[in-house]
């Protein structure tokens, strides 16, 4: 069973982890109080860890704050950049409320445990637990981490991994560090609209089998001799 101390605990990690990373920002509590529409008193309890914060309410901090959501779970963190117009974050949070409960309905499901099980295991009752299912309430993350322990299912599963707004923003954003690893001689080639050919026959003879290879190595040496 899910004791009051884990809970408390993880609450805590995870507010010290949203306060750092709203200070990284340069955000203030209000700042954060207005995307999530309560009050800044509340992202305050968040970050005392007096607060559980739902998944859906930390993903559309962490994008408000420009850190990936997997900060929050393993230590990874990125650079703040530019701003951006600001999502509908209350209908982006209704929505994965909904996507998540149907996660934990299936698996639950699928595993053959039942809602009375469930709520012996997090201490609350059935009716709350079929409220979480059916996206009708916000899951404290400890209580989501427990239930996904349980459930057999990692937490990555229920990470926005979708074409979502919250999603395609971290897409970009590894897509854009892949491409600045480059070597800079490299980087400057691709970056030329000319060379979209050449790259896309690099792009064909990388597909291309061992023999295919040979044959068109061989031809070029006929051309050349």
Not at 17 to 27: M, Q
Not at 119 to 135: D, M, P, V
Not at 159 to 182: G, N
Request: proline content about 7%; some cysteine.
């Amino acid at each position: 069973m899910l004791t009051e101390e884990a809970k408390t605990l993880r609450n805590k990690i995870l507010g010290v982890l949203l306060r750092d990373a709203r200070l990284r920002a340069g955000k203030t509590l209000k700042d954060c109080a207005a995307v999530l529409n309560c009050s800044p008193d509340a992202i305050a309890q968040f970050e005392l860890g007096h607060k559980p914060l739902s998944l859906p309410q930390l993903e559309v901090l962490a994008y408000f704050l420009d850190v990936p959501i997997s900060r929050f779970f393993d230590g990874y963190d990125l650079p703040p950049e530019e701003e951006h117009p600001l999502p509908p974050f209350a209908d982006i949070m209704a929505a994965r409320r909904r996507i998540i409960g149907a996660l934990l309905r299936q698996r639950r499901l699928e595993t053959g445990h039942s809602q009375k099980e469930c709520a012996e295991l997090l201490g609350c009752s059935t009716g709350r637990i079929s409220q979480y299912e059916f996206g009708q309430r916000d899951i404290p993350i400890p209580e989501l981490e427990t239930l996904a322990e349980f459930l057999s299912i990692p937490m990555t599963r229920f990470f926005d991994e979708t074409a979502s707004t919250l999603a395609r923003h971290w897409q970009i954003k590894r897509e854009i560090e892949r491409f600045m690893a480059l070597p800079p001689d490299v980087r400057q080639f691709v970056a030329e609209p000319g060379n979209a050919l050449y790259l896309q026959v690099a792009m064909r003879l990388s597909e291309a089998s061992a023999d295919t290879l040979r044959r068109i190595a061989e031809s070029l040496l006929d051309i050349t001799y």
